[in-house]
């Protein structure tokens, strides 16, 4: 089994045995690490050179990968990652956010979040695409942006209810938290209903939405990272609460979010100490104090982890993913520095398996954070 470390794409995984193959999406390209017999990672394989690739996922019904690409459209291989083509007949922007498949009655479906926030769907495995434009119909639309030129706002990730098939979420950074029940033919807003606020944080603050996860155990129970922090609610939307931790700052910036599938009471987040528009302000001496915390009751309280990973650490952890198998449990992390860490023993322990990659970044934080 193959799993992928990337921005935009599939960041949990469940498997019967680990994977031994690891693709991560950087600014040029793919590349596949292989797992050696003596468990350690190697380079194998680099494809899609000269591509900011942005998302990774693996249609498993089909053996068909697929790549995402900032200005770079979207991508497919059949053969395992060997050769690749490109499928984006019927998609009008090509500048690809997110990527994330699903099946409902029997039937793949693709789906490719774009910039400017559009999101359109596949049904015959990319080969052609349509438009949900019910997605542009929701009364926030006009508002939607983003802080960074050319502030254009973006459908940053996708997700899907654990028991119905046909329920759809997606993350509008910045501008919504958006759901649709009956296959992307109409959206609701879940950010704006009853919020409570925190009184030093605006309800303005959650339009800027990064990830949500929906509790396989009660999709009632939705949590959700922002711009502003971590948002949790037990009513599908109708009130939020915001969540901190003693030592994250009043602008942490939480953006990579896993659970373990099969025990979502243990999850983790990679969040910089502060938001980007203090890397913006720094200018060459931009700096993200990016860290990796844990929490075994289901955010509630969070623990920075350490054991090998760095004590202080300029980039930002620009994807996470996680790999549940028989009990075990895998973390990967990858830097706009081009590094990834990795830890196979549920986070107590971190090994660097890779340190001159091209950035593994959403496109532009790797710009902030180049080097002095």
Same mark, same amino acid.
């Given at each position: ?15 019967? *045995?680990? +994977? ?8 040029? %390209? ?8 003596? %468990? ?7 494809? #899609? ?17 697929? &790549? ?23 998609? &009008? ?18 789906? &490719?979040? =774009? *910039?400017? &926030? ?44 654990? !028991?119905? @098939? ?19 033919? /109409?959206?609701?807003? #879940? ?20 990830? @949500? ?9 939705? !949590? ?8 949790? =609610?037990?009513?599908? %939307? ?6 901190? /931790? ?6 942490? !910036? ?17 969040? @910089? ?37 760095? *004590? ?24 706009? %520095? ?15 398996? +890779? /340190? ?14 180049? @080097?002095?």
């Amino acid at each position: 089994m193959a799993i992928g470390l990337s921005h935009g794409g599939t960041n949990v995984y469940s498997s019967t *045995e680990r +994977a031994r193959q690891l693709w991560v999406a950087t600014q040029d %390209g793919l590349v596949l690490f292989e797992r050696t017999d003596d %468990g350690k990672w190697r380079a194998s394989q680099h494809a #899609l050179r000269g591509q900011h690739i942005s998302s990774i996922i693996f249609e498993r019904t089909s053996g068909v990968i697929f &790549a995402g690409a900032f200005f770079g459209s979207v991508h497919a291989s059949t053969d395992g990652g060997r050769n690749w083509e490109r499928r984006d007949n019927g998609i &009008a922007i090509h500048d690809i956010y997110s990527l994330a498949s699903h099946v409902v009655d029997g039937k793949v479906r693709v789906y &490719a979040g =774009t *910039e400017p &926030a559009h999101l359109f769907m596949s049904e015959d495995l990319g080969r052609h695409w349509t438009e949900l434009t019910s997605l542009r119909e929701v009364p926030t639309t006009s508002a939607w942006s983003f802080p960074a030129p050319p502030h254009v706002a973006h459908t940053k990730f996708i997700t899907f209810d654990p !028991y119905d @098939a046909k329920t759809i979420y997606a993350c509008i950074e910045q501008g919504a938290f958006l759901k649709s029940a009956d296959e992307g033919k /109409s959206w609701a807003e #879940l950010n704006t209903v009853g919020f409570l606020a925190n009184k030093n944080r605006p309800v303005e603050q959650f339009y800027d939405v990064h990830r @949500a996860l929906i509790d396989p155990r009660d999709p009632r129970k939705i !949590y959700v990272t922002g711009g502003a922090g971590l948002y949790v =609610t037990h009513t599908g %939307g109708g009130n939020w609460e915001r969540w901190t /931790s003693p030592d994250w700052a009043a602008d942490v !910036y939480p953006d990579g979010f896993v659970w373990n599938p099969k025990n979502p009471d243990l999850m983790f987040v990679a969040a @910089a100490e502060h938001n980007p528009t203090t890397w913006r302000k720094a200018g060459p001496l931009a700096y993200a104090g990016a860290k990796i915390y844990r929490s075994n009751d289901g955010g509630k309280n969070w623990q920075r982890l350490g054991g090998g990973l760095p *004590e202080s650490l300029k980039h930002e952890f620009g994807a996470l993913c996680l790999e549940e198998s028989n009990g075990s449990c895998s973390i990967f992390g990858g830097t706009t %520095g081009g590094e990834v860490f990795c830890s196979e023993d549920g986070g107590e322990s971190w090994s660097c398996i +890779a /340190s001159d990659l091209a950035p593994i970044s959403k496109k532009g934080h790797e710009r902030l954070l180049a @080097a002095s």
